[in-house]
DNA sequence: CGTTATATTGATAGATATCAATACGGGTGG
DNA sequence: CCACCCGTATTGATATCTATCAATATAACG
């Protein structure tokens, strides 16, 4: 019953995924349900009744807000092993929308789970520390460098998980894209074709490549 | 002992400070200790070892984070009945750095405390909300916009806690104020010669007066 | 009362939003 | 298989806002 909460408790850094990964197989992952959401989908919405929250397993997803006006504003975007809906324990209805961006899978993970409740604290905590860190990113720096962050974040995250951290799909639009990082689309697209000529990356539509590391990593800290 | 963590579990928004109000006297409430913290003095630093959270009782703190440079960036304004330190759970170390601007006072939550514990995810999901809402305050909106709902958002917690709605003693520097909000300091200034001038507040110095309050919320929704 | 930090105010530059037009691309139906 | 269409992306011209640089004024403090 400790498998998950003591793997992921050791070391600095906690990891979920990887304490979901020695789940498999044993008696309290067979427990755990698992949940298909195809592309378009919503995995919950925001205002709906709180149920659990959820790993990603395979897929990725966006979250959004919608305000009063009902316009749509991107806060998230998940890959494999992030956890989702830990802001609807509040008030105990969801305060986003996630919707896959693809066919997509999710460990559901009940609120009340014996292995999984020690580490619940720790795994928000670290939420808090994150948004904290994308709102200090997103405030004082340029349009560059927060397009040049976002691309750098994906590839990293591609990487750690065993795919190429030179190119990958794009799975938001420019509009997307904009509204997660505080731009406005034309911005964006403008960025994308000064990176592109500066030999930093190409980017076709939605399919980008990384063609200098070093450089996206200098441009990732221009300040306003 | 579940005193804390039912009163303030009912209803559908949770309410730490009345839970807190009702644990004086009672044999659950002695336990917990009591911490004063001078005027200028650190709660706790970024980078110190974890080993509580904190509910401030009275007086105010700001919440900073120093980036590699050593640059400090106001992150947070508490005051009586918010909770501090959540961000040190993650990795058992302060993200932040919480020091009180005025001489203040603290209960000491030992993060295990067994009335507290059912509430902290709660807790830690509706600081993971407001963290979001903060970002999106900050990102679409413009100088005016910003500024004004900050002095909202206080007179709004100054009311909630018995003082007067329409006035109040700004703790924190012009350059802070901007440090919080993603502005200059020039720029905050500015904005409140701006709004004096509109006849919605009066600002000598520190001391805030909100003259309009529906002029004041109007103020607050002025996008970019 | 002087000294230093903080705040206000002005002039200018730089960045992003906005408005507008054109180009591309994926999918559908002919 | 091609032509057409609609959503998406790119690109350009201009407006608006905030940052920056700089000077002065005010307040806090010893």
């Given at each position: 019953m400790h498998d998950l909460a003591c793997a992921s408790l050791q070391g600095d850094d906690l990891c979920l995924p990887c304490g979901l990964a020695r789940l498999a197989g044993t008696p309290e992952g067979a427990r755990l349900s698992q949940r298909r959401v195809p592309r378009g989908e919503p995995l919950y919405r925001q205002g709906?009744?709180?149920g659990a929250i959820y790993a990603v397993r395979a897929g990725s997803f966006k979250s959004t807000v919608h305000d009063e006006?009902?316009?749509?504003?991107?806060?998230?975007?998940?890959?494999?092993?992030?956890?989702l809906g830990l802001d609807g324990m509040?008030?105990?209805?969801?305060?986003?929308?996630?919707?896959?961006l693809e066919d997509a899978e999710v460990l559901v993970l009940p609120s009340c789970d014996a292995g999984l409740d020690p580490l619940?604290?720790?795994l928000m905590s670290?939420?808090?520390v994150r948004q904290r860190e994308r709102l200090q990113l997103?405030?004082?720096r340029s349009a560059e460098a927060r397009v040049a962050t976002f691309v750098q974040d994906i590839t990293q995250r591609m990487h750690a998980r065993g795919y190429s951290p030179r190119e990958f799909h794009l799975r938001l639009s420019r509009g997307e894209i904009g509204s997660y990082l505080g731009l406005k689309l034309e911005t964006v697209s403008r960025v994308f074709g000064r990176l592109q000529r500066q030999r930093v990356l190409?980017?076709?539509g939605r399919h980008?490549?990384?063609?200098?590391p070093a450089a996206l990593a200098a441009a990732c800290g221009a300040s306003a």
């Open positions: 709906s009744a709180y006006d009902g316009l749509e504003q991107v806060t998230g975007f998940h890959v494999d092993g992030d956890i509040a008030r105990l209805r969801h305060a986003s929308t996630a919707v896959a619940l604290p720790r670290r939420e808090l997103l405030m004082g190409r980017a076709e980008v490549r990384v063609l200098d």
